[in-house]
Nanobody, 121 residues
Framework: QVQLVESGGGLVQPGGSLRLSCAYS?????IDWFRQVPGKEREGVSC????????YYAASVKGRFTISRDNAKNTVYLRMNSLKPEDTAVYYC?????????????????WGQGTQVTVSS
């Protein structure tokens, strides 16, 4: 079993930045970030493989978000710049236990509890 704990969410003005963290409890291969707003399906945002050689970004965040990881600290980061109101959502980290990016919701084996990001003036 893998426990995933997100942190770093909050309220930020449009154009601002946040860095989300996902701490995982044991050796884990690829990690995905998803987000969800009420009434909509959870969507994939970004993904990184264990060695960091492969990454994925949804078209809506490409060029603004950067995913990275520190395996010595069992942590994956999502740096979010130039935030827009439409980035408002609950952000979840997740793993399918393989080393492929990206992963569909149906392939996810473990989810974190989520962290709220609100972009508003």
């Amino acid at each position: 079993q893998v426990q995933l704990v997100e942190s770093g969410g909050g309220l930020v003005q449009p154009g601002g930045s946040l860095r989300l963290s996902c701490a995982y409890s044991r050796f884990t291969l690829a990690i995905d970030w998803f987000r969800q707003v009420p009434g909509k399906e959870r969507e994939g945002v970004s993904c990184i493989t264990y060695g960091g050689s492969d990454t994925y970004y949804a078209a809506s965040v490409k060029g603004r978000f950067t995913i990275s990881r520190d395996n010595a600290k069992n942590t994956v980061y999502l740096r979010m710049n130039s935030l827009k109101p439409e980035d408002t959502a609950v952000y979840y980290c997740a793993t399918s236990l393989d080393n492929r990016c990206p992963n569909r919701r149906q392939e996810i084996a473990y989810w974190g509890q989520g962290t709220q990001v609100t972009v508003s003036s």
